[in-house]
């Protein structure tokens, strides 16, 4: 997917997927102007689709994998 170069607001927990409501993990900005949010499963699903009519692909699903610092922390001692 072709990812946002420009600075673009953080996706939140209040961002639900278009499809099935899930948080959304996707952001995609239409060429017509228009914006659609994905969680992971239906972004990976639509993405060839997508590709085709996005101007840009916000893309954080590297946040479904990431562990916060409190938790590692926490494992060494």
Do not use: W
Not at 4 to 32: E, I, K
Not at 38 to 62: N, S, V, Y
């Amino acid at each position: 997917m072709t990812t946002v170069l420009t600075p673009a607001s953080p996706l939140t927990a209040a961002d639900r997927c278009d499809r099935c409501g899930a948080q959304a993990y996707l952001r995609v900005v239409l060429l017509s102007g228009g914006e659609l949010l994905f969680c992971a499963h239906h972004g990976r699903k639509f993405e060839p689709e997508l590709k085709k009519i996005a101007a840009e692909i916000q893309d954080e699903t590297e946040r479904l994998t990431s562990v916060p610092a409190s938790v590692n922390d926490e494992e060494e001692r």
